[in-house]
């Protein structure tokens, strides 16, 4: 199994300019989530999805967009990039279970945004 | 908003030396985790703490949850290089419990 993986690993973007980040999970997990990770203030969740078809906003959900059209997948999109979404971004999943239920992180992904 | 203070931020010990890492919030949560995070990867799990008062120990980290499900602390014995990284605490919340509220984070380095 390759749990949580991410594409891209890195990237620069221009601002103004869109990209999507891709999450893939093969755990069959049904909730998967998307962080943002900056110095000093830990691990922020951007959006996240308790199913194939849903969504819905974390704390910082602003200037991103997700989608969750397979169980396996979830995607955060960046319409209009700026400066401020410079970050570390972490996706993440695990099972349906109770609180006790481990969240499984992928790699990250390191977004430049000149 | 549930917040979760950690302290301290940074940590330097010597190889050998013991430390605690605290975990604190005005809110209750129905669980806490800690991860540990080392440079370049995501987090791992380290613990899962449910029950008030609960410890568990994990060769030489012992973690406790607080009696009224509001704090935690993580102790490391005769820390090794091994140990260096960033750790977090995260605190279940939101309906179903499925959401995670992260502190900032303590990074520990230790010194051979």
């Known amino acids: 199994n390759a749990g949580v993986t991410q594409t891209p690993k890195f990237r620069v973007l221009k601002t103004g300019q869109s990209m999507t980040l891709l999450c893939a999970q093969d755990m069959n997990h049904e909730y998967m989530y998307w962080y943002r990770q900056d110095p000093g203030m830990g691990l922020r969740l951007i959006h996240y999805s308790v199913g194939e078809g849903t969504t819905a906003k974390g704390e910082v959900p602003d200037g991103y967009n997700v989608s969750r059209l397979k169980k396996q997948n979830f995607l955060l999109g960046l319409e209009s990039a700026a400066p401020s979404q410079t970050s570390v971004y972490f996706c993440?999943?695990?099972?349906?279970?109770?609180?006790?239920?481990?969240?499984?992180f992928g790699p990250g992904t390191r977004l430049l945004v000149l | 908003t549930q917040l979760l203070e950690q302290s301290p931020q940074f940590l330097s010990i010597q190889e050998g030396e013991n430390l605690t890492v605290y975990c604190n919030s005005s809110?209750?949560?129905?669980?806490l985790q800690w991860y540990r995070q080392e440079p370049g990867e995501g987090p791992v799990l380290l613990v899962t703490v449910v029950t008030g008062g609960e410890v568990k120990k994990l060769k030489r980290l012992t973690f406790q949850f607080g009696d009224a499900r509001k704090d935690s602390s993580l102790h490391i014995t005769a820390a090794q290089p091994g140990d260096t990284g960033l750790y977090l605490c995260?605190?279940?919340?939101?309906?179903?419990?499925?959401?995670?509220?992260f502190g900032k984070g303590t990074k520990l380095s230790v010194i051979p």
């Open positions: 809110s209750v949560f129905s669980s």
């Open positions: 995260a605190g279940a919340t939101g309906a179903g419990s499925y959401q995670l509220t």
């Open positions: 993440a999943s695990r099972d349906s279970g109770g609180p006790q239920e481990t969240q499984y």
